[in-house]
């Protein structure tokens, strides 16, 4: 299986702020790799497919980038309603293996 | 609307049956697979397995395969999360999720989820 690993674990940070998220892959997932949003009690929510596409209807303010082995999601200007956990999925092999999740907080 | 609506939470002892569902609306269901996606409390998304309503062809996690059978009935647009035997560990919460279509492998419409606890 391929291993997904984000950092940080968690983050706090002040509105307007940039917020950058990192995902490492234990081998080569080209660019399938895909980010979520799961706020508490919700759904998760697709933000970015194919390493930097973003899924309609996400603000403009997320974006992802990378290749190969290393993925990075940033938020530039991080809003009240951005406190949630992102995780990483790479749907390069089965399975479908998610990153243990980035904890988003605000200041 | 498009959406997952999946049923309710449940609670059982170890050993029971359960079976959990996620109702598809607003679109052809047939169309889209539909994964089942784990969460044990305080930790992250496990992907367990998915199923092509289309053809009822199913494919698992190692770690699922065996413990747990999806299946899905295309005349009401369900699909489902079956377990004979239920562990106390299988406590958790359970999401089904569609995969978008193109060629691009993602999830784009999920359910709330079914929190599912099992105790004696």
């Known amino acids: 299986d391929i291993q997904m690993t984000q950092s940080p674990s968690s983050l706090s940070a002040s509105v307007g702020d940039s917020v950058t998220i990192t995902c490492r892959a234990s081998?080569?997932?080209?660019?399938?790799l895909n980010w979520y949003q799961h706020k508490v009690g919700d759904a998760p929510r697709l933000l970015i497919y194919?390493?930097?596409n973003l899924q309609g209807g996400v603000p403009s303010r997320f974006s992802g980038s990378g290749s190969e082995t290393d993925f990075t999601l940033i938020i530039s200007s991080l809003q009240p309603e951005d406190v949630a956990t992102y995780y990483c999925?790479?749907?390069?092999?089965?399975?479908?293996?998610f990153g243990q999740g980035t904890r988003v907080d605000m200041k | 609307e498009v959406q997952l609506v999946q049923s309710g939470a449940e609670l059982r002892k170890p050993g029971e049956s359960l079976r959990i569902s996620c109702e598809a609306s607003?679109?052809?269901?047939?169309?889209?697979?539909i994964s089942w996606v784990r969460q044990m409390p305080g930790r992250g998304l496990e992907w367990m397995g998915r199923?092509?309503?289309?053809?009822?062809?199913?494919h698992y996690d190692s770690s699922f395969e065996g413990h747990v059978n999806i299946s899905a009935d295309k005349s009401i647009s369900t699909a489902y999360l079956q377990w004979r035997s239920l562990k106390a560990s299988d406590t958790a919460m359970y999401y089904c999720?569609?995969?978008?279509?193109?060629?691009?492998?993602?999830?784009?419409?999920w359910g709330r989820g079914t929190l599912v606890t099992v105790s004696s």
């Open positions: 999720a569609r995969r978008r279509g193109g060629t691009e492998d993602a999830f784009d419409l």
């Open positions: 607003g679109y052809i269901f047939t169309s889209h697979y």
């Open positions: 199923i092509d309503p289309s053809d009822s062809y199913t």
């Open positions: 081998r080569t997932v080209i660019k399938y």
């Open positions: 194919g390493a930097s």
């Open positions: 999925q790479q749907t390069f092999s089965a399975p479908r293996t």
